[in-house]
Each structure stands twice: as structure tokens, then as C-alpha cells.
């Protein structure tokens, strides 16, 4: 049967992604635009990349607004909820980003119980399982584990995240069914762009293709690609997935190695790419004055790694090489004159 299946947040990224594998299954994809312009590059983009636009459709709709979530999930069996405030310069109250995401996610999540929806799919992150005191310097991150976001070093953007799936989960007990929600946690999510509109993640690894630093920071990051993210949202939908954690990450890979995995694919531009890496203090010395730098201070001195062994058995996605994401994203942004 042909689902119609509303994307939220459609030109991000992630959701782009999500928006093409859904199409080439063959279901039906709504997706949300604050501005009706972004609706005809997201068309595009898609049909570049070989998804049937005839089942596309839009409609305009805001986290911050309750108008247009109602005509959103109209007739949805699925909800993909994407959309969540991401900005590469954090902002500098700690709870500036909660708003949006916590509201817009409830928001998402009444509108649609009351469409009646089986199931809703939310992008969480594993920011919101990974940060908090008294961490080990090599820590396995799993399904049950959650980020205390009142820990001094934590980012708005870590805050945010963890608030926003602390009041999913809290609404869905009090309000629906926890088993109709699947929270999808990845770790640092590379792979191809579809187009020139790109995440944050890829923005970092742009910085590290232009030069932007001599050196990288002493940080590491699981790793996803954006294909196998992708795949596991859509996977999602399926019963078994119903009321859990899904982590997605195969290996995590410090900046430094993603920058000699970088250097290996572009020789050309290998002296550009920095592999050096700064010292600790000198990094929280930089954080001072550098905002770029300040967001990465909570990473310093862990090596986190995530456990997807559940996922790959609930949903049977199993995850690229964090190698495959790297050089799949560098070519992109390269090809596309981010870099």
C-alpha cells in the first residue's frame, strides 16, 4: 500500500536523505518549508538523484508556530521528524535552542496523535546520551544512557538536543504511547551532499578541506554516513523499532584521522588539509576567543564509542565504514565548490 510519509524540516541535510530513500521505496513524501521557496530546490535536488518528485508535495509549517502542523500530518501514516535547530556558531544563552526544539517536537508529536499517525521517527542525536561528570577517557555509549544537560561544559546545542527527547519521551507516556515513537541517536554524520545546502557536520569538514586551521582539535567523534542514517529513519517505521533508542554509528575516528583519510583521497589538496593536532590547553585557550572551537570543549579527553548492535538487529542496517563517509563527503563538497 502507498503511504503518504511527512518529512519535517525537508531541505535540511539529514532530511533530504530521508526524503530520497523514502521516495525511491516507493512511498509518498510531504515535507515541511517555512518558506514556500525552498520547495522548488528541494524538487530538484531530489529528481537529480533519481526520486520520483510526482509523489512529492509541500506544505509550510514552523517549529516555532502552530499554524500549518494540522494540514502537515493530514492523512500521514509516518512522521519523520527532522527538523532541529543546528547552527555551526553556537548561540550564547545555554537554553537558546531548547525552545524551538523542544516546542516544535511536541508540537510535531500533537498534531500527529491527533491525525491519528502510527508512528513518529525523531532525529535525537548522541549528544543527548554521551555528556555528562566523571565520564572515562574511553566510553561505550549505549541505548539506556543520557547526557545530564545541566553539566557546566554542555552546548546549547547539546542542551537542546537532550531537552527536546527528555519532553518527547516525557509527552508520549503522559499523553499517546511511548511504543509509537523511535528516537534515532547518530553520532557525527558525514557522507555525500545532495546539494549545496549542507549540514553542519559538513561544514566542519569543509573548514578542514579550505585550511581554515593549522591544526585540528584533540577530539573524537563517532561517525555515521548519511545513507545508512537514512536508511535507519526509514526502517524505523516498521513495528519492531516501536517505543526505542536506535543508535547509529559504526566507528568513531578523531578529526585528525578524518583529515589523512582526506589528504589520502585528495592528494591535490593534501597540504591544505591539516593533521597536526593542538594540544588540550591551547584548545581551551582558542575557545576563548574562537566560538567554532568553544562548541568542541565537552569533547575534550573522551573517546566515546557508540553500541549499534541493536539497531543493525532491529532495523538490519548494517554501517559503512567511517573511511567510505569521509571520502564520500569530501568528494561532494569538492564537486560541489563548498571547499
Known sequence: MIETVLVTGISGFIAKHVALELLKQGHNVRGTVRSPNRADSVRKTLAAHGGDVGRLSFVVADLNRDEGWQDAVAGCRHVQHIASPFPLQQPRGREDLVPAARQGALRVLAAAKAAGAERVVMTSSMVAMMYRANRPAEMTVHDGDWTDPDWKPATPYIIS????????????????????????????????????????????????????????????????????????????????????????????????????????AHPDRARKIPVGVLPAPVVRLMSVFDASLRTLRADLGVRPTGDSAETTRLTGVTFRPAAEAVRAASASLIADGLA
Open 161 to 264: 538536543k537532550t531537552r527536546a527527547e527528555h519532553a518527547a519521551w516525557d509527552y508520549m507516556k503522559r499523553e499517546w504511547a511511548p511504543e509509537r515513537l523511535v528516537a534515532v541517536n547518530p553520532g557525527f554524520v558525514l557522507g555525500p551532499a545532495l546539494d549545496a545546502d549542507i549540514g553542519t557536520s559538513l561544514q566542519a569538514l569543509a573548514m578542514l578541506l579550505k585550511g581554515a586551521y593549522p591544526a585540528v582539535p584533540p577530539v573524537d567523534f563517532p561517525v555515521v554516513d548519511v545513507r545508512d542514517l537514512a536508511a535507519v529513519h526509514v526502517a524505523a517505521m516498521a513495528p519492531a523499532a516501536g517505543g526505542r533508542r536506535l543508535i547509529a554509528t559504526r566507528e568513531t575516528w578523531s578529526m585528525s584521522r578524518m583529515g589523512q583519510e582526506m589528504r589520502d
